[in-house]
């Protein structure tokens, strides 16, 4: 049996298949056992480099940095949010003006790198840590996030907005409760995916000395007293970080799987067709 875009494996192609998993998955196992391998070696495992850990200093010192991380992304995510959606409503403007200048906007914050713009921010305009971050992250995430709202409104069918233009809708009520409805269901999944863009780059807050979740390891390896201090410190920060963002991307794709699997589309029941409800004229109509 065959599809329209391959043909389904045969016994042979199935067993290279085989193989080459096979072959890949001990390479990766092997690159895994030189890692441990290196950190044995270097006595990255011992009591000693762990036990710092245990003390109430260092963990009160991690959690205030995750809660701060989890602060300026909360912030960042809201304000980016709100940002690209009037920047997309622009862009969607009717009026030549308002549409260039979004678009300007839009591509200039899109190019510009966000560490220099968070230097920016917090150098040139003197501006505290925490707004500095938020207000690079906002800038940035928000005109990405434009052109994704942008692209889900034009993707909804041109019908759509034909027909709601035929009831007699302007159109901001064709905005509002035609297209951005049916938009939403297919941009959440890349929202989410962008959200876990604005969470991985709050880290850059450590550069401009925010309290963060990495500026806080940071100042914890800086003070223990034996050689190689940052091994054991990303060794726990990067498994939280990539659980955060794992988390992240679990829920966008949730969110496309049940989008694809249960839309929200309500049926409309149908009367039983009666013979008294037949075309004027019809065989069981009575005539007048």
Request: aromatic share 10%; proline share 6%; glycine share 8%.
């Amino acid at each position: 049996m065959t599809t329209t875009l391959y043909d389904i494996p045969g016994p042979r192609t199935r067993a290279r298949h085989r193989v080459y998993g096979l072959g890949a998955t001990l390479a990766i196992l092997a690159l895994l056992g030189w890692i441990l391998h290196l950190l044995f070696a270097t006595g990255q495992f011992t009591a000693a480099k762990w036990t710092p850990f245990l003390y109430k200093g260092i963990q009160e010192l991690l959690l205030t940095g995750l809660g701060n991380t989890l602060r300026a992304f909360a912030l960042a995510a809201v304000l980016s949010l709100a940002f690209g959606g009037v920047l997309a409503v622009g862009r969607l403007s009717d009026h030549r003006l308002v549409r260039w200048v979004s678009t300007l906007v839009v591509e200039f914050f899109r190019a510009m790198p966000l560490l220099v713009m968070i230097f920016f921010i917090y150098v040139a305009l003197q501006v505290a840590p925490l707004p500095a971050l938020v207000a690079g992250l906002t800038l940035y995430n928000g005109s990405v996030l434009a052109e994704v709202f942008r692209s889900g409104v034009n993707a909804v069918d041109r019908g759509q907005r034909e027909a709601a233009y035929a009831l007699g809708m302007n159109k901001t009520q064709v905005m509002t409760y035609v297209l951005m409805p049916q938009a939403v269901r297919a941009m959440l999944p890349a929202i989410i995916s962008q959200l876990v863009v604005a969470l991985k780059d709050t880290s850059l807050g450590f550069l401009i000395t925010y309290e963060e979740f990495l500026h806080a390891g940071k100042l914890i390896a800086s003070n223990l007293d034996y050689d190689l201090p940052f091994i054991p410190v990303v060794m726990i920060i990067s498994p939280i970080y990539i659980g955060m963002c794992m988390l992240l991307s679990w829920l966008a794709n949730w969110v496309s799987r049940r989008q694809l699997r249960n839309p929200k589309v309500e049926a409309v029941e149908v009367a039983a067709a009666e013979p008294g409800s037949l075309l004027p004229g019809g065989p069981h109509q009575p005539r007048a």
